[in-house]
């Protein structure tokens, strides 16, 4: 381990990596680990992070754990994150004992949790206990994290701003040091959004990477992925390699040398669209970024917004319908009652079921065509620096559901996140961190794409950058506070 403290590594303030280390080392039993990440939550309710909490799925997941650790140590030690307590989106899954609700009345005692889906079973493998949901908006429709149904989430940093969505009770908690990592799902930014909102790190993988279903559908037409929010690049990583690969077959990656410096062509991309600005700290931020890669040795390619601006349009487009109709699907399908619904949701459901089948096929269609021209794109860079959001994180209430003007909420949220839905509809992978903090002291991120698979050189990119320490959290995390 790198560092001088074992308990932290080279992460300022410590990770999951970091706390597992401790764990495995003795100096902190699974079952302690469990206890203070409940205490943590109980002291933290106020942030309106976690919508549920088990308690005795926790200790008894932590027991077993501990168990394991004394009579079995060999098979303990390979966990890599071992006793490390965790928390799953209301959203996504399912996690046995768990049963998410998607931040809704709709789908009060619906949903299935008897049974881990293959995802949440590796997750288990990896050693993670879980204990509870994480806040999220109503069926995952915003980018902040505000049910009607409760609780209101907030960000850590500034209680009065929101901490993202549609991931952000994930972010939040990770934020506030309740948990290390914390599981979540991105179909439209959901993982980078609340990432960036709080000062983390959020990698939404390749499509295909990570095991979809059973259980969670076909994942909006494959426009949505499932990973974590996270502390450091290293964890970033971790998980990836720990939860990677379909049940089929192992995900084929193509092999990165760490033992040889990278040379890269990095595309840079500061300005957004004139309709959805980017603010001029968070283009500064970019080129910073930018700047200090090319004193590394890598070549910057500059990126206008016209040569995006199409495929950013379409996206925009492919995702509305996509999840229009999804969720109009839901309803036929599930016999969903609209009436206990929020009016944007069922504003939305009416929207897709409006659309129809034609307009679905229309819509997966025009998918491939994205992909195609950001694979163009990439025949002339290797990866892709972008601003991540607009704005600062927005203040609480900015994303309102009690309306049913779609158009609006649509164009509200690419004005916060111009750039989100690019990697889910072309399917490739996206990372956000920290590079920075404002006049506020909130964070100031950026995005790196890569092509299909490029998860190893984004992992590389993002720890060069983030080795920089620009970004400190505030918050210790429950079980490396001492």
């Given at each position: ?19 597992a ?8 039993g ?10 943590a939550?109980?002291a933290?309710e ?11 799925l ?6 077993a ?13 390979i ?7 965790t ?13 998410v609700r998607a ?10 949790a ?46 009065s701003?929101t ?16 948990v290390a990592?914390?599981h979540?799902?991105?179909a439209?930014?959901?993982?980078r ?29 494959g426009?949505?992925?499932?990973l ?7 964890d ?6 720990a ?8 995900y084929?990656e ?11 062509r ?16 968070r283009?500064e931020?970019?080129?910073?970024a ?18 995006l ?24 399908s ?6 206990k619904?929020e ?5 939305f459901?009416?929207?897709?079921a409006?659309?129809?089948?034609t307009?679905?096929w ?12 950001l ?8 990866c ?7 704005t600062?994180?927005?203040?609480i ?11 609006l ?11 989100a ?7 490739f992978?996206a990372?956000t961190?920290?590079f ?9 991120p950026?995005?790196?794409?890569a092509p ?30 001492s």
């Amino acid at each position: 381990m790198n560092g001088t403290d074992a308990s932290k590594g080279s992460i300022p303030g410590g990770d999951a990596i970091a706390l597992a280390a401790r764990i495995r080392s003795g100096a902190l039993g699974c079952a302690e680990a469990m206890k203070q990440a409940i205490s943590a939550a109980r002291a933290n309710e106020a942030l309106g992070a976690i919508c549920h909490i088990d308690e005795a799925l926790g200790m008894a997941d932590a027991a077993a754990l501990d168990h394991e650790f004394r009579n079995n140590p060999a098979t303990f030690s390979i966990r890599r994150f071992a006793g490390v307590p965790t928390f799953a989106k209301d959203l996504g899954g399912p996690f046995k004992g768990l049963a998410v609700r998607a931040g809704s009345r709709l789908f009060d005692g619906m949903l299935d949790a008897s049974a881990d889906s293959d995802l949440a079973a590796r997750f288990r493998q990896a050693g993670f206990s879980l204990f509870g949901l994480t806040t999220s908006p109503e069926v995952g429709l915003s980018l902040a994290s505000e049910p009607v149904r409760g609780p209101v989430c907030r960000n850590p940093l500034d209680p009065s701003r929101t901490a993202g969505g549609s991931s952000g009770g994930a972010a939040a908690a990770v934020a506030a040091g309740i948990v290390a990592i914390a599981h979540a799902t991105d179909a439209g930014g959901s993982i980078r959004v609340p990432a960036a909102c709080c000062g983390l790190i959020g990698l939404k993988p390749s499509r295909g990477a990570i095991p979809g279903g059973p259980g969670f559908g076909n994942h909006l037409g494959g426009i949505a992925s499932e990973l974590a929010v996270s502390r450091s690049v290293r964890d970033a990583g971790a998980i990836f390699e720990a939860l990677r690969g379909n049940p089929a077959g192992p995900y084929a990656e193509p092999a990165l040398d760490k033992s040889e410096k990278l040379h890269l062509r990095i595309g840079l991309l500061t300005q957004t669209s004139s309709d959805f600005p980017t603010e001029p700290a968070r283009q500064e931020v970019v080129e910073a970024a930018a700047r200090s890669l090319e004193q590394d040795g890598h070549e910057i390619v500059t990126v206008e917004w016209e040569r995006l601006a199409a495929s950013v349009t379409a996206s925009a487009a492919i995702f509305a319908d996509i999840i229009s109709i999804n969720l109009a699907w839901l309803v036929e399908s599930l016999h969903l009652d609209l009436s206990k619904a929020e009016p944007l949701t069922a504003a939305f459901a009416e929207r897709g079921a409006a659309l129809g089948p034609t307009a679905l096929w229309q819509a997966l269609s025009a998918m491939p065509h994205v992909s195609h021209d950001l694979w163009r794109l990439f025949d002339g860079i290797d990866c892709l620096l972008t601003p991540m959001l607009a704005t600062a994180p927005l203040p609480i209430g900015s994303f309102p559901t009690d309306h049913r003007d779609t158009e609006l909420h649509l164009n509200r949220m690419a004005r916060f996140a111009p750039l989100a839905c690019l990697a889910n509809i072309s399917g490739f992978p996206a990372l956000t961190l920290p590079f920075g903090r404002d006049a506020d002291g909130l964070p100031l991120p950026v995005q790196l794409l890569a092509p299909m698979g490029g998860e190893p050189m984004l992992l590389a990119v993002a720890s060069r950058l983030e080795a920089e320490q620009r970004w400190i959290h505030p918050h210790a995390i429950s079980g490396l506070a001492s």
